[in-house]
């Protein structure tokens, strides 16, 4: 089963970059979703994109990072990235990496996968 590890939070100003990064260890599957979540203070849970892993390859976004957000594979297949550009106060969040269960399909109802593998988290905070 996989082990994740996020990596790449700090505290930057609106309008600039961040690139998170989120290590797996101890994949045996073929493919899966893997999802990045955040949790912004005072707030619920919510998902940012998902990417269809080693399968399809298909992403998925929320409406509120679409065409700011990335999420991709890394060269050796053992990292997953996520590109936030234009950051927002309101991105300011507590960013989680998770894998749904073995073989799961990736769809535009990621979001409702059953997610069994979770990363410590990375913080992100962005200032006005």
């Known amino acids: 089963q996989p082990r994740l590890t996020e990596s790449g939070g700090d505290s930057v100003q609106s309008g600039e970059s961040l690139r998170l990064s989120c290590r797996i260890n101890g994949y045996t599957g073929s493919s899966r979703c893997i999802a990045w979540f955040r949790q912004p203070p005072g707030k619920e849970r919510e998902g940012v994109a998902a990417?269809?892993?080693?399968?399809?390859?298909?992403?998925y976004y929320a409406d509120a990072v679409k065409d700011r957000f990335a999420i991709s594979p890394g060269d050796a297949m053992n990292t997953v990235y996520l590109q936030m550009n234009s950051l927002e106060p309101e991105d300011t969040a507590m960013y989680y990496c998770?894998?749904?269960?073995?073989?799961?399909?990736?769809?535009?109802?990621?979001?409702?996968?059953?997610?069994?593998?979770w990363g410590q988290g990375t913080q992100v905070t962005v200032a006005s």
């Open positions: 990417l269809g892993y080693r399968g399809t390859g298909a992403t």
């Open positions: 998770a894998a749904a269960y073995s073989s799961s399909r990736c769809t535009s109802d990621w979001e409702t996968l059953q997610y069994l593998y």
